[in-house]
């Protein structure tokens, strides 16, 4: 008897079936289409990501096959082949033919809040209507471990830290609605405007601090209220000993390390000895949004509160003045 195997990437055509304006800086939009029924993952969406592909102007979505997709998108001539993005599956609902696809966009051109000029993704969300077209490479039901794309992993850690800026609120939210109700810790979200600040629901244990950023510099107040939840000592240090804002150039502009992977190259992985170290009374940090943040916030855990490197998720999801 032969088997054959199954590919864990869906390559789908993803049709808007709704389009729900959250705030000022967020839209959701549902998609749905031919193969959704096999849309994973089928548990909890936690963080997992996919990829969206923007069709150019006066272009249909690309047919591709999912097997060496990357190579043959890239190989189209360069006005035709449209953007690939990555977002995150806020929610995936519904059987059959209903099976559907939630993904929060930030609207972050200078209509929205993001003051840099529109991408075309968040461009595309803003104008999006019911029946338009993207393409989306997504985990199958049932394969989604040989798709990957969840990086939360807390293990059995007892106190959760995690912080988001906008990007990565739809990642945040989907977490928080997973967790038990006696899931303790304290939640940072720093989004553009108190506009912005939505509904998510977090175990009733958990601080939660939504921030309104306002005019102030990206992330800065996310790392004051880290360092005030976290109890760290800021008495008698100059200002320049306290790690900030992308000051020092420690960490590449890509950061994403988890326990699994670092993009600096450090050897990251946690012997079995050092994963038993993980008592029950440990913390767990998953840290996610605009790149220099999120390095601020790594040298504020790991640098200044002596984190271990194997409890902690950090990863830039977009870098100011590049486009992804
Ligand atoms: C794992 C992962 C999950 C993600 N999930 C989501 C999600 O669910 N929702 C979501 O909205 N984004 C999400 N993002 C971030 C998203 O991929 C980026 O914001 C992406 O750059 C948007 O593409 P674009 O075509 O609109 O802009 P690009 O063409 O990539 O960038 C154009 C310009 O806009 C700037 N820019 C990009 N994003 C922002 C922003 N948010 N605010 C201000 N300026 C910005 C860039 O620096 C650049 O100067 C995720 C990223 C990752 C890695």
Same mark, same amino acid.
């Given at each position: 008897m032969t088997t054959t195997a199954v590919n864990p990437v869906l390559l789908l055509t993803a049709v808007v079936r709704r389009v729900e304006r959250l705030s000022p800086s967020f839209v959701r939009i549902c998609f749905g289409g031919v193969d959704f029924e096999h849309l994973g993952p089928e548990g909890p969406t936690l963080d997992q990501r996919v990829k969206v592909l923007i069709p150019s102007t006066g272009h249909g979505v690309p047919r591709l096959d999912p097997d060496g997709w990357y190579a043959a998108w890239l190989a189209l001539p360069e006005h035709e082949r449209g953007h690939v993005r990555t977002y995150t599956a806020r929610a995936v609902e519904g059987e059959g033919d209903d099976r559907q696809l939630v993904v929060d966009f930030v609207l972050?051109?200078?209509?929205?809040?993001?003051?840099?000029? +529109?991408? *075309? $993704?968040?461009?595309?969300?803003? &104008? =999006?209507?019911?029946? @338009?077209?993207? %393409?989306?490479?997504?985990?199958?039901?049932?394969?989604?471990?040989?798709?990957?794309?969840?990086?939360?992993?807390?293990?059995?850690?007892?106190?959760?830290?995690?912080?988001?800026?906008?990007? +990565?609120? *739809? $990642?945040?939210?989907?977490?928080? &609605? =997973?967790?038990?109700? @006696?899931?303790? %810790?304290?939640?940072?979200?720093?989004?553009?405007?108190?506009?912005?600040?939505?509904?998510?629901?977090?175990?009733?244990?958990?601080?939660?601090?939504?921030?309104?950023?306002?005019?102030?510099?990206?992330?800065?107040?996310?790392?004051?209220?880290?360092?005030?939840?976290?109890?760290?000592?800021?008495?008698?240090?100059?200002?320049?000993?306290?790690?900030?804002?992308?000051?020092?150039a420690d960490l590449d502009d890509d950061v994403w390390e988890t326990a699994m992977y670092s993009s600096s190259g450090d050897d990251v992985t946690v012997s079995l000895q050092e994963a038993a170290l993980l008592g029950p009374d440990d913390t767990y940090a998953w840290v996610a949004g605009d790149s220099d943040t999120v390095k601020a916030c790594r040298r504020l855990l790991v640098g200044e509160g002596g984190m271990p490197r194997h409890q902690v998720a950090f990863m830039g999801y977009w870098k100011q003045g590049r486009a992804s």
């Open positions: 972050h051109g200078p209509d929205g809040h993001g003051g840099a000029p +529109a991408g *075309p $993704a968040g461009s595309w969300a803003e &104008e =999006a209507t019911v029946g @338009d077209e993207i %393409g989306l490479l997504a985990p199958r039901r049932g394969h989604e471990r040989s798709f990957g794309g969840i990086e939360f992993a807390p293990a059995d850690a007892r106190r959760l830290v995690l912080v988001a800026d906008e990007t +990565a609120v *739809p $990642a945040l939210a989907s977490i928080a &609605e =997973a967790l038990p109700a @006696d899931a303790d %810790g304290i939640a940072v979200v720093e989004v553009p405007d108190a506009t912005d600040f939505l509904d998510v629901r977090f175990p009733p244990g958990f601080e939660v601090h939504w921030l309104a950023r306002g005019d102030r510099e990206r992330g800065s107040q996310t790392l004051a209220t880290l360092r005030s939840c976290l109890r760290l000592d800021t008495e008698g240090r100059a200002p320049n000993e306290l790690p900030s804002l992308g000051r020092s």
